[in-house]
């Protein structure tokens, strides 16, 4: 792999996973709040369905960044009992720190800017519920 690229795969998978777990730490503390918060008469939270589909796209996020990680002496070991892979990451320009910096601040700014009225054309057409 060429140095352009694995630099650039290491920034991209490390800000994949990052927002991923952002996103979804954000959805369960937003869903915290809003539940105890914000009751509807009929019971439940009013954003039930946009936190959901956060959380799932979050999860997704953070599995497709930890598989897109560039490795190097990858190892797999079988035993009777266990099979285990270890390997070692390759990242020698430490790109990664700038996407796990980049992560969250892009799951907050997800969340607050296109995040709302995202939700309400959703809600609206009756892909999610309230």
């Known amino acids: 792999m060429t140095d352009g690229l694995n630099r650039l795969r290491n920034l991209l998978s490390a800000t994949a996973w990052a927002y991923g777990a952002s ?3 954000l959805a369960l503390l937003l869903s ?3 539940g105890t918060a914000h ?3 009929g019971g439940g939270s009013s954003l039930g369905g946009p936190l959901d589909l956060l959380a799932i796209t979050g999860f997704a996020f953070a599995a497709l960044g930890l598989a897109a990680v560039p490795r190097r002496n990858f190892r797999l070991g079988k035993r009777r009992d266990r ?3 270890v390997s070692d990451p390759d990242d020698p320009h430490r790109m ?3 996407g796990i910096a980049a992560g969250p601040a892009l799951a907050l700014l997800i969340v607050a800017v296109p995040g709302p009225p995202l939700a309400h054309w959703l809600q ?3 892909m999610i519920s309230r």
């Open 124 to 126: 609206a057409h009756g």
């Open 23 to 25: 996103s979804a730490a």
């Open 96 to 98: 990664a720190r700038w």
């Open 39 to 41: 009751h509807r008469p």
């Open 32 to 34: 915290l709040w809003w």
């Open 83 to 85: 099979a285990s892979v």
